[in-house]
């Protein structure tokens, strides 16, 4: 593989199968193993500096694309290079130090901080397991990182719980957190979608403005495309374990090329009552992720759906200036 010196993170063949638990009955009768399709043969390229996201609804494959590009979770199949190296062929020695540069920001604001430690202590955590900082000097660092996401006079937070804290509040904590070891590659997991509407937007801008600060890459996933289209530079639209589009993030918001990325589109609200979008509906359910659908695994709910969509998998294919898609039509 040819790596380029942008290149951070390259994803290649991702798979996580999820063997589910038989019970009695399925023991007996039950000649196969079922294994839930969580993620099933993704590849892509995050290039230093970016927002790269990942949108699709839920049971799509998001979160556990981003554990698995952690190591948080250990991959079925698949590649994932950080800078070169591969991350599934490190030892725990070599997996510990990569940790330090890839790091995550938990969607619960709440339930990712432990309720017994005060917020100098989860923040300063890592700074003391990893050996970055002791004493006086973590103290001091914990404090810098307290100002940095917005919770001043530093010292009086410092001593607190987090249920003394609000959600937008705790969710600057966990930020913090995340960027005690000063990472190059944080993996943001839905990190406004439990958070009111009013503080969304001062998340956002606080995640923007550390990026620039700290020369952050992104991975955010999310399943609000307002936000998606707001943060990104590229997006990869995941449905039922694969992408079925990737493109820039001006491509896809300004020409979605694969129908469920379209009904996506005109999903977002607009604040104008003026402006009128045609509606593109999507009928059914998600098709199960132990038996997804043979062929397009879209072809279930598409509206556009012909002859062969049924039979043939679409492969992935760059439609010009790097918009992929996998669509038949």
């Given at each position: ?218 991975l955010l996933i999310a399943h609000d495309l307002a936000v998606v289209n707001y943060m990104s530079d590229h997006v990869a ?27 996506l589109v005109a999903a977002i609200p607009i604040p104008d009552p003026d402006i ?54």
């Amino acid at each position: 593989m040819q790596f380029l010196a942008k290149d951070l993170v390259i994803v290649e063949h991702l798979k996580k199968h999820f063997p589910m638990e038989k019970g009695i009955l399925g023991s007996i009768f039950s000649t196969t193993d079922a294994v839930v399709h969580a993620v099933d043969g993704i590849s892509f390229t995050i290039q230093s500096g970016e927002t790269f996201s990942l949108v699709g609804e839920t049971g799509s494959g998001k979160t556990t694309t981003g554990r698995l590009i952690l190591r948080a979770v250990e991959a079925t199949a698949g590649h994932v290079y950080f800078e070169g190296r591969d991350v599934f062929a490190l030892d725990k020695r070599a997996l510990r130090s990569l940790r330090r540069d890839m790091q995550m920001i938990f969607q619960d604001p709440y339930t990712s901080l432990n309720p017994r430690m005060t917020i100098g202590e989860i923040i300063g955590e890592p700074l003391e397991v990893s050996g970055a900082a002791k004493g006086q000097e973590k103290d001091a660092d914990v404090l810098e990182l307290l100002e940095k996401v917005g919770l001043g006079p530093a010292q009086e937070f410092a001593h607190r719980h987090p249920h003394e804290f609000s959600g937008g509040q705790r969710q600057r904590i966990g930020i913090a957190r995340a960027l005690a070891l000063k990472p190059k590659f944080v993996v943001a997991d839905e990190p406004v979608s439990a958070l009111d509407m009013s503080v969304r937007s001062e998340i956002l801008n606080l995640m923007q403005d550390l990026k620039q600060e700290f020369n952050l890459t992104y991975l955010l996933i999310a399943h609000d495309l307002a936000v998606v289209n707001y943060m990104s530079d590229h997006v990869a639209v995941m449905y039922l374990g694969k992408i079925v589009e990737l493109a820039s993030s001006k491509d896809l918001f300004t020409e979605p090329l694969h129908p469920y990325t379209k009904a996506l589109v005109a999903a977002i609200p607009i604040p104008d009552p003026d402006i009128k979008r045609e509606s593109l509906e999507i009928s059914g359910e998600v098709p199960s992720p132990i038996h997804p659908p043979q062929g397009c695994r879209f072809h279930t709910r598409c509206p556009f759906k012909k002859p062969g969509c049924e039979l043939t998998e679409p492969d992935l294919r760059d439609c010009g200036g790097g918009h992929l898609v996998a669509c038949h039509m």
